[in-house]
């Protein structure tokens, strides 16, 4: 049949992907394959946990190798099937894909170590494990992805195996959230297939490094309608308000563990897609779109912590404080500018690990006191100096008061508001981390510092009280002291995360180098 | 062609509205499997509907004939149906088990994570 000796000069790519830029499908390879060999061993009670914890500590290390990589090589990027980019499915890794992917898996890691202490046989055996790892592999998929339908895929990877987990146990509680948050989260991923349905329909292409050039010659009206929609679909995802209703009433009823790993990931993958689709690959859109985003932005940042000062349950406190993390991330997204996306990266890191931490900490103070609600909490002062030290840090950590992880990114976002003149978003950060403050301090008397539950024994000892098992105290209060002696070690020497945020938002900016390595430097 | 599938999928978006606008968890369930049915139509209709040329290249050619089928949207549609079927199935057995323990298939009795009657922050301190 072939006589006749084809050329075809670029039909498919020629060179082998270099070994080491392979690691960029290690963490959803390895994560996908842990997660099927884990079903597999479902009856194995022991094993689950050691297996989990040798994949997730993979992946760590992969992630940890990619951003070297990335520091030393600049974005890397991997088509499959040796088909030419934008035919094939691309994998692309710049700073920003490379940072979030390893910070959710450092959260993963202490989350997967937490559960051990909480999960009951049952639990584990209807495979908390395995849903954790495709969690994972989801949220690293979403963020290494270079491929705005396949983003969707991993969005949806992500969304089914946070059913599963919010599930677990089925008390009637999660039941009822679980439904909430079903329901507006796949109808914000249906939107964001949608938007894709249209962009796709206005370009010819799903590729984001090709959406880069060609979402240049979208029409104003259409490129409104498309942006507009996937900002929808994005804040339903990142619950900034007003689309913020799913997460207060969702977040605290699963397991601790649970919560952890929602509260750290889910919602900065949406922040992440944010970003990526609307100032990376259709930058035309964020002219229209800025007034926007600005007030949604200023509205989530004083609106969550004014909804976690309004409650009284722990966990759902916290639920809000995630909710005006989101709108420091978004208030970078809004700038636009190098301080305000590299604010927004450095503030997206931070809250991974310190929003997981809370809810690891929110648990172990459940546990001690035996109630949920902080109006029969009291008296943990003096039954537990750990858990009080742990917490104190949390108070300055997430209202962002120094020495701690949290100031960093404020500075950077509010030196990026001051430098585009816009007073009302820095203005809004700050009053932010006042409220958040205030919330804390709050938290910090009721349960810390008053001796017994709310009412006329509040000056007696807290009859409740009970200590921490040998179980908690070891995989529990464990885990939650390791992550925080990471975030605190980040927060003193924060010098690598500004120089990795500041390239992550350079590359944001102006995606030269993103495009070379998905097109092999032949676009330019 | 293409204007009488838009006014179809507006006709299945409009109707899948309706129904997830509703109280009850069966009609918001019948609205989300509208809704997918409806995104399918329109991934398929944006692919642009030109169905005379199969997308084959024929022998001796190294290119799809001019004018050809877009063989894409397919390939996502059935993407997007196999996640819309599984995310569908889920939400109606959750919603079948909460018609069970939670006795309600009213969205507005569905209290028990978001109680009405919490109770309000202390004044003190």
């Known amino acids: 049949m072939a006589s006749q000796p084809l050329d075809f000069p670029t039909a498919m790519i020629e060179a082998p992907t270099a070994a080491a830029d392979w690691v960029m499908v290690w963490p959803v390879a390895l994560a996908l394959f842990g997660a099927g060999l884990l079903v597999m061993l479902r009856g194995q009670g022991r094993l689950q946990f050691g297996l989990a914890m040798l994949v997730i500590a993979a992946i760590f290390a992969s992630n940890l190798y990619l951003v070297l990589r990335i520091f030393e090589a600049g974005p890397l990027a991997m088509t499959m099937g040796k088909w030419l980019p934008p035919f094939g499915i691309t994998f692309a890794a710049d700073m920003t894909s490379a940072v979030f992917a390893l910070a959710a898996s450092a959260a993963a890691m202490a989350v997967a170590v937490y559960a051990q202490s909480e999960l009951t046989e049952r639990e584990e055996r209807f495979g908390f494990y395995p849903m954790l790892l495709l969690l994972l592999c989801g949220v690293s998929g979403s963020f290494l992805t270079g491929d705005i339908f396949n983003l969707y895929v991993w969005f949806e990877v992500m969304l089914i195996s946070s059913f599963g987990l919010l599930i677990l146990g089925g008390r009637k509680v999660q039941l009822d959230g679980a439904v909430k948050y079903g329901f507006l989260n796949l109808l914000a991923t249906t939107m964001f297939l949608v938007s ?27 490129l409104l309608a498309v942006s507009l929609m996937f900002l929808f679909a994005f804040a339903v995802k990142a619950a900034a308000f007003p689309a913020n209703a799913w997460l207060p009433a969702s977040y605290h009823t699963p397991a601790v563990a649970v919560s952890a790993i929602f509260g750290g990931l889910l919602t900065k993958v949406g922040a992440y897609a944010a970003i990526r689709v609307l100032t990376m690959a259709i930058p035309a859109s964020i002219v229209h779109l800025q007034p926007v985003i600005v007030a949604v932005a200023i509205a989530t940042l004083i609106l969550g912590p004014l909804g976690a000062l309004a409650q009284t349950h722990l966990r759902r406190a916290v639920g809000f404080l995630v909710i005006g993390g989101i709108g420091a991330i978004f208030a970078g997204f809004a700038l636009g500018t190098v301080h305000g996306l590299g604010g927004a990266v450095f503030y997206a890191v931070h809250s991974m690990l310190a929003i997981t931490v809370f809810y690891l900490l929110a648990g172990l103070i459940e546990r001690m006191t035996g109630a949920t609600d902080t109006l029969s909490m009291g008296g943990l002062y003096g039954a537990s100096t750990p858990l009080s030290i742990l917490f104190l840090i949390m108070v300055f950590l997430i209202s962002g008061l120094p020495p701690f992880l949290g100031l960093w990114p404020k500075i950077l976002l509010v030196e990026g508001g001051i430098r585009a003149g816009n007073w ?53 209060l464990g885990a939650t002291a390791v992550l925080m002696a990471l975030i605190v070690g980040l927060g003193l020497f924060p010098n690598w995360l500004f120089e990795a945020s500041g390239i992550a938002a350079h590359d944001l900016l102006s995606p030269d180098r993103y495009v070379d390595a998905v097109f092999g430097g032949e676009r330019t | 062609m293409e204007v009488a599938l838009a ?112 109770p309000r922050p202390p004044l003190s301190y």
């Open chain 1, 196 to 222: 894709i349905a249209y962009l796709y329909g206005l370009t010819g292409t799903l590729n984001l490094a090709d959406l880069i050039e060609k979402s240049g010659n979208i029409e104003t009206g259409p």
């Open chain 1, 424 to 476: 009302w978003l820095a203005g809004a950060l700050l009053v932010n981390s006042f409220l958040t403050l205030i919330v804390m301090s709050r938290l910090w008397a009721h349960i810390f510092w008053r001796n017994g539950p709310e009412g006329e024994r509040s000056e007696q000892p807290n009859p409740e009280l009970r200590r921490l098992d040998r179980r908690e105290a070891g995989f529990g």
């Open chain 2, 7 to 118: 006014g179809l999928i507006g006709l299945f978006l409009s109707a899948a509205a309706y129904l997830m606008l509703s109280k009850a968890i069966i009609r918001m369930l019948l609205g989300v499997a509208i809704l997918g049915n409806g995104v399918n139509l329109l991934i398929f209709t944006v692919g642009r509907l030109t169905p005379e040329v199969p997308p084959i290249v024929p022998a001796g050619e190294t290119l799809p004939l001019a004018g050809s089928a877009n063989p894409l949207p397919q390939a996502l549609i059935l993407t997007a149906i196999v996640i819309g079927f599984a995310l569908l199935s889920f939400l109606l057995v959750l919603g079948y088990r909460a018609y069970q323990e939670l006795d309600a298939d009213n969205t507005d009795t569905m209290r028990i994570a978001e109680p009405e009657a919490a």
